[in-house]
């Protein structure tokens, strides 16, 4: 290859090059969607498509248990209110659009599926990581950490320890667990206490009252609604006693869509620039 030759092919991959980068950035300046994975929205911004879906939609959705569960969410004095609800809405400031809150779920796994199935942009409402909804949702970074405690009825849990020291026979336990249906527990006491008999009840308080009477050995849930039952009414002292598990913990996240990988990064980046983080005692403090 003579030298008039190599500069030709040098000039001609010159101008190559000149021409590509003029396009890129004639596309970037004129906000081509052909050459952009952005979408622009009416106010001009070029938006992640799952973050302008939302902003194009006017509302940011919001799955949520129909029950109430505070502190987190219920409703007062025909306000909805809590922690949860005060999370969500301030993913929709920051996302520049009301939160409507949608309550038809009726349990817990209901939330999750909402939004597995694009009914909701997010599920917030007291939601714990597990693998059945791992399957079908991203997690949030978790917003809340909760140890897993134990109402124990002293009764019937006597009669099963006999004289066995309480922490050999909780890490064995082999009596009646009462937990809520179609939650979280559920998939904790089959993972945790593999050799007890699971009691699957509508509602905590259905579980608590079955410990209660003796039903059950035991009802199964987080630190927090353990304490607040005690704290409720001290002389249940007399006829249960709680056990908290320093090694067991329920991180509590917000369910994303699995294609919504921009809003899933975005509500992290929320969860981690929040002013206020609440923790067991601040809640509790809260309540009180």
Not at 110 to 133: C, F, H, P
Request: glycine share 8%; hydrophobic share 45%; net charge positive.
């Amino acid at each position: 290859m003579n030298i008039t030759r190599v500069l030709l092919l040098c000039m001609a991959l010159c101008l190559g090059g000149m021409a590509w980068a003029q396009t890129g950035a004639r596309a970037r300046a004129s906000g081509d969607a052909g050459n952009s994975p952005l979408v622009q929205v009416a106010d001009g911004r070029m938006l992640a498509p799952d973050i302008a879906r939302i902003v194009n939609h006017g509302e940011l959705v919001v799955s949520m248990l129909a029950a109430d569960n505070p502190p987190f969410f219920s409703t007062q004095k025909g306000q909805l209110v809590g922690t949860d609800v005060d999370l969500a809405r301030l993913i929709g400031k920051e996302l520049g659009v009301p939160v409507r809150f949608d309550r038809s779920p009726k349990t817990f796994d209901g939330v999750a599926e909402m939004v597995a199935n694009s009914q909701a942009d997010l599920g917030i409402s007291r939601l714990a990581r597990t693998l059945k909804r791992g399957q079908m949702v991203h997690f949030s970074n978790s917003y809340m950490r909760l140890g897993h405690a134990l109402l124990i009825n002293r009764v019937r849990f006597a009669e099963m320890a006999g004289d066995q020291p309480l922490p050999q026979v909780i890490r064995n336990f082999t009596g009646s667990i009462g937990v809520i249906a179609n939650s979280s527990w559920e998939e904790f006491g089959r993972r945790n206490f593999p050799q007890a008999k699971l009691v699957s009840y509508p509602t905590w308080q259905d579980a608590v009252n079955a410990a209660i009477k003796g039903e059950v050995v035991a009802a199964y849930r987080d630190e927090l609604e353990i304490m607040q039952i005690v704290n409720s009414d001290p002389s249940l002292a007399l006829s249960l006693r709680t056990v908290t598990f320093n090694d067991l913990e329920s991180p509590l996240s917000i369910m994303v869509g699995i294609r919504d990988l921009t809003l899933l990064s975005f509500v992290n980046e929320v969860i981690a620039q929040r002013a206020e983080k609440p923790t067991v005692s601040s809640v509790l403090k809260s309540i009180k």
